[in-house]
T-cell receptor
Framework: ETGVTQSPTHLIKTRGQQVTLRCSSQSGHNTVSWYQQALGQGPQFIFQYYREEENGRGNFPPRFSGLQFPNYSSELNVNALELDDSALYLC????????????FGQGTRLTVV | DQQVKQNSPSLSVQEGRISILNCDYTNSMFDYFLWYKKYPAEGPTFLISISSIKDKNEDGRFTVFLNKSAKHLSLHIVPSQPGDSAVYFCAAREGSYNTDKLIFGTGTRLQVFP
């Protein structure tokens, strides 16, 4: 059992709206990464947070933003939702600077209509 | 441009036989490779990994082979079991002490039939 939990599990939003997804990291892990998995694709790196600061970003526009809290939990915010934002959003926690087997949550399925 | 490629979208294997899943990569700076297994409605689960300084790593029924000169890795599952039926993702880590960014392939759906 990974201990990484995400909420909500499913979400439907309208184009143009904003959404916040949440992630609780595994105990002892200080790093959270967010990935977007579109249908039929592998997960794509959005960004990573370490000690409450963004520590690396993938090829996603600024309307994708995040936060990490002192307890290492994290939020992913997406503004001005587009239809192509429909995907499974995965959160992964790991221990920074060590051998990395990132542990993933079950994901949040976002549908934009 | 896809830096990690899994060219076989699906694979069907009989129970008890060997399953071989393949993965190719283009970036010689990748320093660590991982395989994840994913069931529907669940997040990917870590399976096995290999450092770029090794050519083989084994864990029970799972063995990963790395051929750096060919930029190719493979996952062998022996013997295959019906519970192994899932989507398998190959992932590579971009080498950096403080970065855990993983680059994933598109996945291979493995079906193990009785």
């Amino acid at each position: 059992e990974t201990g990484v939990t995400q909420s909500p599990t499913h979400l439907i939003k309208t184009r143009g709206q904003q959404v916040t997804l949440r992630c609780s990291s595994q105990s002892g892990h200080n790093t959270v990464s967010w990935y977007q998995q579109a249908l039929g694709q592998g997960p794509q790196f959005i960004f990573q947070y370490y000690r409450e600061e963004e520590n690396g970003r993938g090829n996603f526009p600024p309307r994708f933003s995040g936060l990490q809290f002192p307890n290492y939990s994290s939020e992913l915010n997406v503004n001005a939702l587009e239809l192509d934002d429909s995907a499974l959003y995965l959160c992964a926690s790991s221990l920074q600077g060590g051998v990395t087997e990132a542990f993933f949550g079950q994901g949040t399925r976002l549908t934009v209509v | 441009d896809q830096q990690v490629k899994q060219n076989s979208p699906s694979l069907s294997v009989q129970e008890g036989r060997i399953s071989i899943l393949n993965c190719d990569y283009t970036n010689s700076m990748f320093d660590y490779f991982l395989w994840y297994k994913k069931y529907p409605a669940e997040g990917p689960t870590f399976l096995i990994s290999i450092s770029s300084i090794k050519d083989k790593n084994e864990d029970g029924r799972f063995t990963v082979f790395l051929n750096k000169s060919a930029k190719h890795l493979s996952l062998h599952i022996v013997p295959s079991q019906p519970g192994d039926s899932a989507v398998y993702f190959c992932a590579a880590r971009e080498g950096s002490y403080n970065t855990d960014k993983l680059i994933f392939g598109t996945g291979t759906r493995l079906q193990v039939f009785p």
